[in-house]
């Protein structure tokens, strides 16, 4: 069923009539991205924003939206924090709203689709400006991972007599062990993936690709042996591990040796802290005010895949999406992001949809710039737009995997040509 189920949507990969010219168009109506800035991506529980709590980073980036902007903050009507691991994350999005001088006319909210909770939030602040609720809006990912709080609890007997049911409890290394087995990654072709996504995104740090995109954060970090703190300027990614390389990667040992010997520290994505954010507003809006149009958002979907390889998520969300406009995913498509949360997923995903690697996340991904769970989603948007305006593309797709069996892709369409 499943393997049927995959080739009837591989189908679409190749529709019989583009609507690329379709969706290019400019209309009053499309929705638009006006900003989009993301924090530094710093290492968890050692790095420049293990000290700092959630809430002020989700803060300080609303306030660089609104600085960067120019706008008036009247004009924001809501914002929508994905958030994965924070229990009281629309409390905090409400909050923290306020604090960067959004008035109390305007919404709050907090979006939880597990790593693609960034990608979510946007998905929904796009669908109420399109349907004419609101004109304006940020969508905003942020993640504290070294101080979450989230525990799991088993689940009632009564959803654990259904095998898929209890299989959304397994862990995430797990998950990416039983797609590596299941599918025949090797832990070489893993490593050989993770190897890449190092070298890219040292080159783009080395050049300076990322500049554009992140603005600098001052924040508090405290010293763990003294506890005495100290004011810092965060201004790059720390993930990046210049020089390392597939022999380097080979010698690391499994990270998860219960459940298989495939998935290791230096093939599977960095536990990270960061936020990144994008303003929405419809393009007669951003016309009126004077914006500059960075993008416009075209849409968004979710397909679901049994939970104990919940990696493999893309593979069916791209199609779908794509389906849904009548693109190609190999004429159509300029540059693509699939979050790589496991080098098995990614590899796995690469490889059934026969992508041009050429075009896939051009500035390494999560293997080396981590993943901080609910801010991937818009960040993968922040650094797709940056690489489009860099190599003047300008069909953008991001995608990703889902905890307890889903996926996620977003298309969007570059006008800084």
């Excluded at 690391?252 to 298989?260: D, K």
């Excluded at 993943?371 to 922040?382: D, S």
Aim: aromatic letters at 4%.
């Amino acid at each position: 069923m499943a393997t049927e189920r995959l080739s009837s949507i591989l189908n679409h990969l190749t529709p019989s009539k583009s609507r690329l010219s379709l969706i290019t168009q400019k209309n009053p109506d499309d929705v638009v991205i006006t900003v989009a800035v993301r924090t530094p991506l710093t290492k968890g529980f050692k790095g420049g924003m293990k000290d700092t709590p959630l809430d002020y980073m989700v803060h300080q980036t609303l306030k660089k939206v609104l600085e960067k902007s120019n706008l008036d903050p009247q004009l924001v009507e809501d914002v929508c924090l994905g958030n994965v691991n924070e229990v009281k994350a629309a409390y905090l999005a409400r909050a923290a709203s306020l604090a960067a001088g959004i008035p109390n006319t305007a919404g709050a909210s907090s979006a939880n689709r597990f790593c693609s909770s960034g990608l979510k939030a946007v998905q929904d602040v796009a669908n109420q400006i399109a349907c004419g609720s609101i004109e304006c809006g940020i969508a905003i990912g942020a993640e504290s991972m070294s101080m979450s709080n989230a525990t799991m609890s088993p689940f009632h007997e009564a959803l654990m007599q259904n095998q898929e049911s209890a299989d959304c409890l397994q862990p995430m290394g797990q998950t990416s062990e039983n797609v590596g087995r299941d599918f025949d990654i090797s832990r070489e072709a893993q490593d050989r993936f993770a190897a890449e996504s190092y070298r890219r995104a040292e080159a783009a740090q080395k050049a300076g690709w990322f500049d554009d995109e992140i603005f600098p954060l001052v924040t508090k970090v405290n010293d763990p042996k003294t506890g005495e703190g100290k004011m810092v300027t965060l201004t790059k990614d720390e993930g990046p591990r210049w020089g390392t390389t597939y022999e380097s990667l080979a010698k690391i040992r499994p990270a998860f040796p219960q459940f298989g010997d495939r998935s290791t520290g230096g093939n599977s994505s960095q536990v990270t802290d960061g936020a990144a954010a994008v303003l929405l507003m419809k393009r007669s809006k951003a016309q009126e005010l004077n914006q500059p149009i960075l993008a416009k958002f075209v849409g968004a979907t979710v397909a679901g895949v049994a939970p104990r390889i919940m990696g493999i998520g893309p593979s069916l969300a791209i199609p779908k999406l794509l389906s849904k406009y009548n693109l190609n995913l190999h004429t159509d498509v300029d540059l693509i992001e699939i979050n790589e949360a496991f080098a098995s997923m990614a590899v796995y995903c690469t490889n059934i949809l026969d992508i041009d690697t050429r075009k896939l996340n051009v500035r390494g991904g999560a293997i080396a710039l981590g993943h901080p769970l609910g801010a991937t989603g818009t960040r993968q948007i922040c650094t797709g737009l940056s690489e489009c305006r860099r190599q003047k593309k300008k069909i953008l797709l991001t995608s990703m995997c889902i905890g307890t069996g889903q996926g996620m892709a977003g298309l969007f369409v570059n006008e800084q040509l």
